[in-house]
């Protein structure tokens, strides 16, 4: 890259990364989470050529920028890895593996109803990737929400965060399927069962082979690290760790994402706390990995946001497509409360929880985005600016709805008394 092709990147960078922050700061300050600002900053950028302003037409499209933002994302998942205790998601119990499939399923068809209502034109396969982008919960934004309301230990806190946890590794593996089927679409693959359990069994197993194996590989490579003197040793080795599992997660045919999520998945204290106890302030992977996320992951997020185009919600029925999809997504949610199995719970306030779909919703439409079928995307820019609105409305609503029903529940309570 030439010093002339590497100027208008800095100055791309230099804006976003200003952009992100006043705009994280500005949500964060009317307590709500720091990616819709994020969010917003990008959506401001990418539409102020609709007032004249062409300066920044064509930034979201910059190579570099782009490749920045994938980096980001991986980042992003390696954290929620990180984050995830695989023993704890193993032992949730049946009301949160209950939840969790109900709302992968719930959301996934009401999603791909909506969008064949609107769009009867488009593939069966497109379809269901709008569907697919209904299916996650943001295991963040939902631990946030719960932990500012004092109810992260709750019964119902608990239910929540399990199913989360769950629902991000179930809406992986159906990114993996919808994306699958759609490269086998396009190679001219016959549309079948056995495409289907094909790419399930390699999602799984890739998978399971990556907790089992990650985990064996993690703790030797560690061990081993641990007898060197090289400094920054700690993170350097994560990182690897995080871009070969992408890697390999790509060789397998699935998204680099599942790779970087199941890394931070295996990776455990217990496996570089020597090298923990050599670094003087006792820092972990994760904060050590805080300095780099909270740059690139909002250039995805901003990015994002600079390619929603407002003057689509100047059709009516994309704006509508959008409001009746926010409502799918909320009313998929609410459905998966049904998997509440133990009596006297708030089986509401367990679907309120799980709505919003955060950063992993906008994943996955960039995602769809990026896929193409019979040579057009997946996700065209209508669709993308109605799932990033649904994104955006899921997050905002999620705080007041659930401390408005925890208040209605305590002061009922408190009557009983």
Sequence with gaps: MSAADLLPVLAALALVLVGARLGGAAFEAIRQPAVLGELLAGVVLGNLGHLGLHTFDGLSHLPALEFLAEIGVLFLLFEVGLDSNLRQMLAVGTSSTLVAVLGVIAPMVLGFLVSNAFFPANAALTHWFVGATLCATSVGITARVLADLGRTRSAEGRIILGAAVIDDVLGLIVLAVVAGLIQSANLGTTFNFSTIALTVAKALGFLAVAILAGGWLSRRVFRIASRLRAPGLLLSLALAFCFLMAYLAGLAGLAPIVGAFAAGLVLEP????????????????????????????????????????????????????????????????????????????????????????????????????????????????????????????????????????????????????
Excluded at 310 to 323: D, K, P, Q, T, Y
Excluded at 397 to 408: G, K, V, Y
Aim: glycine share 8%.
């Design 270 to 417: 217990a496996h570089y706390e020597d090298l923990v106890a050599r670094d003087a302030r006792r820092r972990d992977v994760r904060e050590l990995l805080e300095p780099l996320a909270s740059f690139l992951v909002p250039v995805f997020f901003v990015l994002m946001g600079m390619r929603v185009d407002l003057w689509a919600f100047a059709r009516r029925e994309v704006l509508g497509f959008a409001l009746v999809l926010t409502l799918a997504a909320i009313a998929g949610k609410q459905l998966c409360s049904l998997g509440v199995l133990e009596k006297g719970l708030d089986r509401i306030a367990v679907g309120l929880g799980m709505i919003p779909r955060g950063e992993v919703g906008l994943i996955f439409a960039s995602i769809g985005a990026a896929l193409t079928l019979r040579r057009e995307p997946v996700v065209n820019g209508a669709v993308y600016s109605a799932v990033v609105l649904m994104v955006a409305l899921t997050t905002l609503l999620t705080p007041p709805l659930l401390m408005a029903r925890w208040n209605r529940a305590g002061a009922k309570a408190g009557e009983r008394r």
